[in-house]
């Protein structure tokens, strides 16, 4: 179930985003967590079955779009189809065409070749 962020699930939200390149250093993990919380453009998102296991974070674009800038699966529940839902749910949440950035683009279209 996809759930919007709350700053309570912030060290969570770290957790998760901390998988993704780029997103090692703690400085850079406070920062990107600060732009979801501060900015109305970015969006974070959580999935929770019984425990959270992923995230995913939008950015809303001008022309109506919506950027994935940030996807992860907690390891131990990877290849369960998580992230193809989390994808799923945002589209539908956004009602926005969603695009990949770099850090998003292969694993959007191994999700787009699914459907």
């Known amino acids: ?16 985003i901390s998988f993704m ?8 993990l406070q ?14 998102y959580l999935w929770k079955q019984e425990d959270i296991v992923g ?14 800038c940030h996807l992860s699966v907690n390891p131990s529940f990877r290849h369960e189809g998580i ?4 994808v799923d749910a945002v ?10 950035n770099e850090n998003t683009k292969d694993f959007f279209i191994t999700c787009e070749m699914k459907e």
């Open 1 to 16: 179930m996809l759930i919007k962020y709350k700053s309570s699930w912030k060290k969570i939200a770290m957790g998760l």
């Open 21 to 28: 390149p780029g997103e090692k250093d703690i400085k850079k």
């Open 31 to 44: 920062e990107t967590i600060e732009r979801y919380e501060q900015d109305s453009n970015w969006d974070l």
């Open 55 to 68: 995230i995913i974070g939008i950015r809303l674009l001008n022309d109506g779009k919506a950027e994935l």
């Open 83 to 86: 992230g193809k839902k989390m």
């Open 91 to 100: 589209k539908r949440v956004t009602k926005s065409e969603l695009i990949p």
